[in-house]
């Protein structure tokens, strides 16, 4: 059974930073694209970024562009997501999740191209 657990989240003033990350067992993701995601109440899930296989490629949602980085760690199955100088509208629940397919680099920022998911962690970030 696969299983991701986000950690990381909480409360935070407006400029400051958070390190999430997201560590996965019952499956070695190193042949995976992963990618991390986030609901604001009322809102659609959003892309936040993704990171191939090998950290040769990362994309990132138009939003957070410049002031989240995504990064992981093959031999500890494990992606982290830094984010800097958060504002209020980055305040949602965040979710990293496993590509459906491995050796695949596209479809990353469409939701529906995940097959496995964590159960999400707050942040929140104070104006």
């Known amino acids: 059974q696969v299983q991701l657990v986000e950690s990381g989240g909480g409360f935070v003033q407006a400029g400051g930073s958070l390190r999430l990350s997201c560590a996965v067992s019952?499956?070695?993701?190193?042949?995976?694209?992963m990618g991390w995601f986030r609901q604001a109440p009322g809102k659609e899930r959003e892309f936040v970024a993704a990171?191939?296989?090998?950290?040769?490629?990362?994309d990132y949602g138009d939003s957070v562009k410049g002031r989240f980085a995504i990064s992981r760690d093959n031999a500890k199955n494990t992606v982290y997501l830094q984010m800097s100088n958060l504002k209020p509208e980055d305040t949602a629940v965040y979710y990293c999740?496993?590509?459906?397919?491995?050796?695949?680099?596209?479809?990353?920022?469409?939701?529906?191209?995940?097959?496995?998911w964590g159960q999400g962690t707050q942040v929140t970030v104070s104006s």
């Open positions: 019952g499956r070695t993701v190193s042949g995976y694209t």
């Open positions: 999740a496993v590509h459906r397919r491995d050796g695949v680099w596209n479809g990353f920022s469409s939701s529906n191209e995940y097959a496995y």
């Open positions: 990171i191939s296989w090998s950290s040769r490629y990362t």
